[in-house]
C-alpha cells in the first residue's frame, strides 16, 4: 500500500509543498485465507453473504407447510407452580377436546435461565384459521374463560408468539427420548432471515441427531428465532443427574465442533445476530415431548 503524505512550508511568504513517499504493505492472507490457502474463519466471520431480492414473502421461502405454532412463555410465582401445572393440563386438555386440529406439541419448565418460567408450544394444523378459532374459544367458552382465570391467579407475567416451523427442521412429533432439552432464542437484524434459514439449511445436518424443532415468529416479536435441541440418552428425572445432563450437552457441543463444516455455520451467522438466550428445560408429566 502506498501512501503520499503532503507538508505546506513557508518560504518568503509563500508556500512550498513537499512530498513524502511511504510504502507500506499489509498482508492479511494468511488471516483472512488461512494457511491451506482457502476461505479462512475471520473472513468468514466479516463476510455478509447477499441475498439475492425475491417476490415472495420470506414464510413461503423459509416453510413448506401450513400448520401454524404458538409459543407461550408463562413466569409463574414460586409458590403456585403446583396449582399452575394442575391448571394448565386441565385448561390444554379441554382446549384439545374443544378444537380436535389443535395440539400441544411440548412443555417444559426453565431450569437454567428464567427460573420458574415454563415454555409451552401448541400446534394449530389448519393453520391460521385454527388459531383465529381458539383465539374465539377463548373468548366465549365459559369453562375455558374459568380454568383460564384460575390460571391466571398463578402468572406474574406472560407472552406468546405465532411462529412457523422452518422446512428443514420439519414438524416435531411427541415422542419420549427421556431427555432434558435446550432452547436457544435469538433475535436477528432485520432482512437476515433468509440468509439465517441458507445457512441452518446446511448447519443443521451437524446436528441432526439432536434437533427437536425450529421456528421463527410471524406475530409478536418479530426477526425471532428458536431452535430446540434434546440431549440424549440421559435419564430426566432424577435431580442428582443434573451434572451429568450438562456434561453431555457440552461433550455433543464440542463434538459438533471437530465436524468440518460446522464452524462455516456459526461464523456466517454470527453477524445476523442482535441478542440470543439459552434455556433448560425439563419436560412436564403432560408434555407430549418428553
Known amino acids: 500500500m502506498f501512501v503520499s503524505l503532503m507538508r505546506s512550508v513557508s518560504c518568503g511568504g509563500s508556500k512550498k509543498y513537499l512530498t513524502f513517499g511511504v510504502i507500506r504493505t499489509l498482508s492479511t492472507t494468511s488471516i483472512l485465507n488461512g494457511n491451506s490457502g482457502g476461505e479462512g474463519w475471520l473472513s468468514k466471520l466479516l463476510h455478509v453473504r447477499k441475498i439475492e431480492p425475491t417476490k415472495d414473502s420470506h414464510s413461503k421461502l423459509l416453510s413448506d407447510t401450513e400448520r401454524v405454532y404458538e409459543l407461550q412463555i408463562h413466569d409463574v410465582k414460586p409458590d403456585c407452580i403446583e396449582a399452575y401445572l394442575k391448571g394448565y393440563e386441565a385448561l390444554s386438555q379441554h382446549l384439545n377436546q374443544k378444537s380436535e386440529p389443535t395440539e400441544l406439541v ?24 385454527n ?32 411462529m412457523l416451523p422452518f422446512s428443514f427442521w420439519g414438524d416435531p412429533q411427541p415422542q419420549n427420548r427421556s431427555s432434558m432439552y435446550e432452547m436457544r432464542s435469538y433475535v436477528l437484524k432485520p432482512g437476515t432471515m433468509i440468509e439465517w434459514g441458507n445457512n441452518w439449511a446446511r448447519g443443521i445436518n451437524y446436528r441432526k ?77 403432560f408434555s407430549p415431548i418428553k
Open 131 to 162: 388459531a383465529n378459532q381458539v383465539l374465539t374459544l377463548c373468548r366465549e367458552d365459559q369453562e375455558l374463560k374459568a380454568l383460564s382465570n384460575d390460571l391466571v391467579k398463578n402468572i406474574i407475567t406472560r407472552n406468546n408468539q405465532y
Open 106 to 129: 411440548g412443555s417444559w419448565r426453565v431450569e437454567i435461565g428464567n427460573q420458574d418460567q415454563f415454555i409451552h408450544i401448541w400446534r394449530y394444523n389448519r393453520g391460521y384459521a
Open 209 to 285: 441427531s439432536s434437533a427437536v424443532a425450529g421456528f421463527f415468529s410471524q406475530i409478536g416479536q418479530l426477526y425471532m428465532v428458536h431452535h430446540i435441541w434434546n440431549v440424549l440418552e440421559v435419564p430426566i428425572w432424577e435431580k442428582s443427574k443434573l451434572t451429568k445432563d450438562l456434561m453431555s450437552r457440552k461433550e455433543y457441543r464440542e463434538a459438533a465442533w471437530r465436524k468440518p463444516g460446522w464452524d462455516e455455520c456459526v461464523a456466517y451467522t454470527v453477524p445476523l445476530i442482535r441478542e440470543m438466550r439459552s434455556r433448560w428445560l425439563r419436560p412436564t408429566s
